[in-house]
């Protein structure tokens, strides 16, 4: 008999202000996987509203955490951001949190408490201020259909499947 699949979270980060929703739509779209059933309590998708009062339950008991948020940097809007752990993570300037707390800080946090899933966080770069703007749309949807994308292969590959497997009836 093979290894335990992992207990993977899914965590989109946003809130319904502008283009800090993308997050939420990376969530959304893998929500809407008909695949990702077929892992029952092993995936676990989630919409965070609130990382300072929710990121830490959500990262209890996880063996793979994968965060998504919005970014604001000096990148075109739609630009995919990929750090694989905390410490690479605490050492960029993009601004990772307009949620109170940084998501920096709150991983640390979560690691001196003993949660200590390995961590995936994925970052859209979306435009500066909170009018959507029309003319980087197109951008920002490209770019939530590749994270969703890369995510279903990171789900894939964590458990050792064919990525159409956490998803095949997807219609992205």
């Known amino acids: 008999m093979g290894a335990p699949l992992p207990k993977i979270k899914v965590?989109?980060?946003?809130?319904?202000?502008?283009?800090?929703r993308l997050g939420w739509?990376?969530?959304?779209?893998?929500?809407?996987?008909?695949?990702?059933?077929?892992?029952?309590?092993?995936?676990?998708?989630?919409?965070?509203?609130?990382?300072a009062s929710e990121l830490l339950?959500?990262?209890?008991?996880?063996?793979?955490?994968?965060?998504v948020d919005a970014v604001k940097d000096q990148g075109?809007?739609?630009?995919?951001?990929?750090?694989?752990?905390?410490d690479?993570?605490?050492?960029?300037?993009?601004?990772?949190?307009?949620?109170?707390?940084?998501?920096?800080?709150?991983?640390?946090?979560?690691?001196a408490l003993g949660y200590r899933p390995s961590i995936v966080v994925y970052g859209i770069e979306t435009i500066s201020g909170d009018v959507p703007d029309a003319d980087s749309q197109p951008a920002l949807r490209r770019a939530v259909l590749r994270v969703t994308?890369?995510?279903k292969r990171e789900i894939a590959n964590r458990c050792g499947l064919a990525p159409t497997s956490v998803c095949s009836s997807c219609q992205n």
């Open 76 to 86: 075109a809007p739609g630009t995919v951001y990929r750090w694989v752990n905390v």
């Open 149 to 151: 994308e890369d995510i």
């Open 11 to 20: 965590i989109g980060i946003g809130s319904s202000q502008a283009d800090d």
């Open 88 to 111: 690479s993570l605490a050492s960029t300037a993009k601004v990772l949190s307009s949620h109170g707390v940084a998501l920096q800080t709150l991983l640390m946090l979560a690691d």
């Open 25 to 51: 739509d990376v969530a959304e779209a893998l929500l809407a996987c008909s695949g990702a059933a077929a892992y029952g309590d092993r995936l676990e998708i989630a919409i965070c509203r609130s990382p």
């Open 57 to 67: 339950g959500l990262l209890a008991r996880a063996d793979v955490a994968v965060i």
